[in-house]
């Protein structure tokens, strides 16, 4: 967020309405407006009186929204800091997978399987159609594509977001050229690149537990930290700050969605004449189709798009509930999902309801409710006199208790009478059982 604003003005981010498509942000917003000036998104001071509104959580930290509801976030193994939310009240539990990836070899911690345990409700988005792609084929086209580029003494350029896939390449490449015996400086051009590259190194419990221990030992424990130390790596809030730069080098920069926007313009007008350099996309959301005229420069699209699919989505549900699956499962309507329903329905017949679902679109799930959790009052509690009693040969305390339920926001309180009207209710349920249903409505 912070970045658009830098590239579209000083006082707040700006984009016409023709070029919606091209910001996340903005998404389906309303085309019909072309003729209308440009219009502002949102300014620095916006950006940072919704940061103050956000609460930061740790993985697998429980937060208490009523007495009886809890949501708990779990590593989804995307990137650092993604999660998927386990919403659990009572005896119910909904499980919510976000953008998740179960994908080796990268810095996020792994994917914790251990959310899908007695889930009643698992809620799939954002996930990829089609099968897994191979990523270690594509990383090591990325790796040569690279080397060989920088070996003709040309350059390679990367667009891509701060937060994706840059820590994991910068350390493959570094280490694949060091092993080429190749000193390439590299270059990152962003306004925040150097508190980005920074904040990265102390993110320790957001990473696989061999990243955790290097962060004990007060260690840097991502590569790009290693090669500022060494020299090797720049950062720089703009490429005309980066006035010193040494070619050949690899550099990352722009908006990855856009290459029309941001300093990638300025890095493709540089480099771009020449057909001999290199710009490598790997984010799945840049579009490939944008129109480059005076760009000579070669675009290849190696795309790493780790995020899971839908038969990963089936994968992991057998993994982690190989004996009981959820009784409800939602994927979202896509490509594959009648394949992918016809599938699970045939391995697992009446033990899962499949549905699917639109943007937008309201489903109701009907769950079998097994118990509620009542809270008694400290006041009723006091009046309790338990009485041992003996059962299996286990020794318990037993006492009982009377009083009026209370229920608010899906919180239950047992709180003592103080009505008459209850009192009398009360005694009639006792006395006539056949109404205890209208006593217990009252």
């Given at each position: 967020?912070?970045?658009?604003?830098?590239?579209?003005?000083?006082?707040?981010?700006?984009?016409?309405?023709?070029?919606?498509?091209?910001?996340?942000?903005?998404?389906?917003?309303?085309?019909?407006?072309?003729?209308?000036?440009?219009?502002?998104?949102?300014?620095?001071?916006?950006?940072?009186l919704c940061m103050q509104k956000i609460k930061p959580v740790r993985f697998n930290e429980h937060l208490s929204l009523y007495e009886t509801t809890t949501l708990v976030p779990y590593s989804s193994g995307y990137a650092l800091g993604?999660?998927?939310?386990?919403?659990?009240?009572?005896?119910?539990?909904?499980?919510?997978?976000?953008?998740?990836?179960?994908?080796?070899?990268?810095?996020?911690?792994?994917?914790?399987?251990?959310?899908?345990?007695?889930?009643?409700?698992?809620?799939?988005?954002?996930?990829?159609?089609?099968?897994?792609?191979?990523?270690?084929?594509?990383?090591?086209?990325?790796?040569?594509?690279?080397?060989?580029?920088?070996?003709?003494?040309?350059?390679?350029?990367?667009?891509?977001?701060?937060?994706?896939?840059?820590?994991?390449?910068?350390?493959?490449?570094?280490?694949?050229?060091?092993?080429?015996?190749?000193?390439?400086?590299?270059?990152?051009?962003?306004?925040?690149?150097?508190?980005?590259?920074?904040?990265?190194?102390?993110?320790?419990?957001?990473?696989?537990?061999?990243?955790?221990?290097?962060?004990?030992?007060?260690?840097?424990?991502?590569?790009?930290?290693?090669?500022?130390?060494?020299?090797?790596?720049?950062?720089?809030?703009?490429?005309?700050?980066?006035?010193?730069?040494?070619?050949?080098?690899?550099?990352?920069?722009?908006?990855?969605?856009?290459?029309?926007?941001?300093?990638?313009?300025?890095?493709?007008?540089?480099?771009?004449?020449?057909?001999?350099?290199?710009?490598?996309?790997?984010?799945?959301?840049?579009?490939?189709?944008?129109?480059?005229?005076?760009?000579r420069m070669k675009i290849v699209p190696l795309i790493l798009n780790t995020r899971v699919s839908l038969w990963d989505i089936n994968s992991i549900l057998c993994t982690a509930c190989p004996i009981t699956p959820p009784p409800h499962?939602?994927?979202?309507?896509?490509?594959?999902?009648?394949?992918?329903?016809?599938?699970?329905?045939?391995?697992?017949?009446?033990?899962?309801?499949?549905?699917?679902?639109?943007?937008?679109?309201?489903?109701?799930?009907?769950?079998?409710?097994?118990?509620?959790?009542?809270?008694?009052?400290?006041?009723?509690?006091?009046?309790?006199?338990?009485?041992?009693?003996?059962?299996?040969?286990?020794?318990?305390?037993?006492?009982?208790?009377?009083?009026?339920?209370?229920?608010?926001?899906?919180?239950?309180?047992?709180?003592?009478?103080?009505?008459?009207?209850?009192?009398?209710?009360?005694?009639?349920?006792?006395?006539?059982?056949?109404?205890?249903?209208?006593?217990?409505?009252?």
């Open positions: 967020m912070e970045e658009l604003v830098a590239y579209h003005g000083r006082q707040g981010s700006f984009i016409p309405p023709e070029s919606a498509l091209h910001f996340s942000q903005v998404g389906s917003m309303n085309r019909q407006c072309v003729d209308e000036q440009w219009r502002s998104l949102y300014t620095l001071r916006d950006i940072r993604s999660a998927n939310w386990s919403l659990e009240a009572t005896d119910r539990k909904v499980v919510l997978i976000s953008t998740s990836s179960t994908v080796g070899n990268q810095h996020p911690a792994l994917f914790d399987m251990t959310i899908m345990d007695k889930a009643d409700v698992v809620l799939a988005s954002d996930v990829r159609s089609g099968e897994q792609s191979d990523i270690e084929t594509i990383r090591n086209k990325i790796l040569s594509h690279t080397a060989l580029t920088l070996q003709s003494q040309k350059n390679v350029l990367f667009p891509i977001s701060m937060m994706g896939n840059i820590f994991d390449i910068i350390g493959d490449l570094a280490r694949h050229l060091k092993s080429l015996h190749m000193s390439i400086p590299f270059y990152v051009i962003s306004p925040v690149a150097r508190r980005s590259l920074e904040y990265a190194n102390i993110l320790g419990e957001w990473m696989t537990a061999g990243h955790q221990e290097i962060v004990n030992m007060a260690s840097k424990p991502l590569e790009h930290g290693q090669l500022q130390e060494e020299k090797e790596l720049f950062a720089y809030d703009s490429l005309q700050d980066a006035n010193d730069i040494k070619e050949p080098s690899v550099l990352f920069t722009g908006d990855y969605t856009c290459l029309s926007k941001g300093p990638v313009v300025s890095a493709l007008e540089h480099w771009g004449k020449d057909p001999r350099h290199v710009c490598i996309i790997t984010d799945p959301e840049t579009l490939l189709s944008q129109d480059l005229p005076s760009c499962i939602i994927i979202p309507d896509m490509l594959g999902s009648d394949r992918f329903k016809e599938k699970w329905e045939m391995e697992h017949p009446e033990a899962t309801q499949l549905h699917t679902v639109n943007p937008g679109e309201s489903l109701s799930i009907e769950f079998k409710n097994k118990m509620e959790m009542i809270v008694i009052t400290e006041e009723l509690a006091a009046r309790l006199i338990p009485k041992a009693a003996q059962l299996n040969g286990m020794v318990y305390a037993i006492a009982p208790v009377t009083g009026a339920l209370a229920m608010y926001n899906n919180n239950y309180e047992l709180q003592p009478i103080t009505e008459p009207s209850d009192e009398y209710l009360l005694n009639s349920t006792i006395s006539h059982p056949s109404t205890s249903a209208n006593s217990n409505d009252t």
